[in-house]
């Protein structure tokens, strides 16, 4: 279990870099005007730049509760995590051009643990906006579906992105599997999501191809022991 005061380390040693970013940009901006250079795709480069580094500072303390191993469940709202989730990597999907729509079809409650299950649903969605960049998908969209089915409450995250290759898929849930380089990924991402799924949830995790991309279920029972 990851403590609250190393996550704390952790956010401080994360929040360094970006403020010697944000220092740099402005020197850029400086050195910019003193030789009175004007670049409009500079300058929004900059601001771009600005925008995601305070949103990155911002959204640390959100991380910090995904990362904390919480100790018992609680009775939570679904469509609260979900929407929890999506607000987190909104950004990221909007400077992508991804459009990343929720279709919540029931307010319902149910007994998890409340992180976690935030920080499984940020895995897919950062995946599938993965999968979508890496062939560039034209018009590329991830959705979020909340529906009941045979007593099972069941969260679906499905793309356009082409679908996942059948040699992939068998292995997908294995440890230390990925098809991104490893600068980028080390495979644990989905492996960690379905054992957390199925040991701290008491659920499913799979993967199907359908239609124009793929689709992640995830499925708790109704009443969470």
Known sequence: MINDELISNIAHQWRQPLSQINATVGLIDKLLYEKKIQDPEI????????????????????????????AEQEEISLADVILKAK????????????????????????RCYKNELTQIIIVLLTNAKDALLDRNTFEAKVEMVLVKEEGYFVIKISDNAGGITKSVIQKIFEPYYTTKHQSVGTGLGL????????????????V???????????KLKETQA
């Open 87 to 110: 607000e987190v990597v909104q950004v990221s999907f909007d400077d992508a051009n991804i459009m990343l729509t929720s279709d919540i079809r029931m307010q319902t409650s149910c």
């Open 208 to 218: 199907k191809n359908r239609d124009s991309g793929s689709c992640f279920t995830i």
């Open 191 to 206: 492996f960690m999501a379905r054992k957390i799924i199925q040991e701290r949830h008491k659920g499913t995790l799979e």
């Open 43 to 70: 300058e929004a480069k900059l601001q771009e730049i600005e925008r995601l580094t305070k949103y990155m500072s911002n959204t640390i303390d959100d991380f910090r509760g995904h990362f904390v191993r919480e």
